[in-house]
T-cell receptor, first 114, second 109 residues
């Protein structure tokens, strides 16, 4: 499968714990996006990378959230001191260069904070 | 006010019906516009881009009105397989993507 992959697919954690999610984009896609989606809502933009540079961050991305893409390939999203309100589906998407519009989404990581 | 707003739905229509979805966006500097489809418990997938002149792809027609900051999607001759949530998506000049909350469509036999 050469699509976007995310790991883990499901994560259950207790409030206050830290969690880290991984996204592997389609090879050679230099744009990578993170979104959060809750039930009945569309994906909410969190952050965007062009290669290893984080170019845009949403105000939704509080200080507890951090994202990296150290080598311009895979990316990680870390949530520190999780809260129940962090429970959501975290989606990653990638696309090739600027002239190509379509984003390809991964299957998402579903986070449940107890 | 949300950056991208869509019809609340749900839309329940019989097979063969024509259904239209509307979407408005608040950022006049938005660069690109799309409709994505999301099936239950699945990731969103691109349905079609929306161009200023309007564009058609089979039974699907998309329209953009930049002056009114309005986007529409028309589905003709609805099929059972069209049942899904349709997401209006707007890309800003910073390449950030803004999704609407989605409109759920159910096509019934």
């Amino acid at each position: 499968d050469t699509g976007v992959s995310q790991d883990p697919r499901h994560k259950i954690t207790k409030r206050g714990q830290n969690v880290t999610f991984r996204c592997d984009p389609i090879s050679e896609h230099n744009r990578l996006y993170w979104y959060r989606q809750t039930l009945g809502q569309g994906p909410e933009f969190l952050t965007y990378f062009q290669n290893e540079a984080q170019l845009e961050k949403s105000r939704l991305l509080s200080d507890r959230f951090s994202a990296e893409r150290p080598k311009g390939s895979f990316s990680t999203l870390e949530i520190q001191r999780t809260e129940q309100g962090d429970s959501a589906m975290y989606l990653c998407a990638s696309r090739p260069g600027a002239s190509y519009n379509e984003q390809f989404f991964g299957p998402g990581t579903r986070l449940t904070v107890l | 006010r949300k950056e991208v707003e869509q019809d609340p739905g749900p839309f329940n229509v019989p097979e063969g019906a024509t259904v239209a979805f509307n979407c408005t966006y608040s950022n006049s500097a938005s660069q690109s516009f799309f409709w994505y489809r999301q099936d239950c418990r699945k990731e969103p997938k691109l349905l079609m881009s929306v161009y200023s002149s309007g564009n058609e792809d089979g039974r699907f027609t998309a329209q953009l009105n930049r002056a009114s900051q309005y986007i529409s999607l028309l589905i003709r001759d609805s099929k059972l397989s069209d049942s899904a949530t349709y997401l209006c998506v707007v890309r800003g000049n910073n390449n950030d993507m803004r999704f609407g909350a989605g409109t759920r469509l159910t096509v019934k036999p």
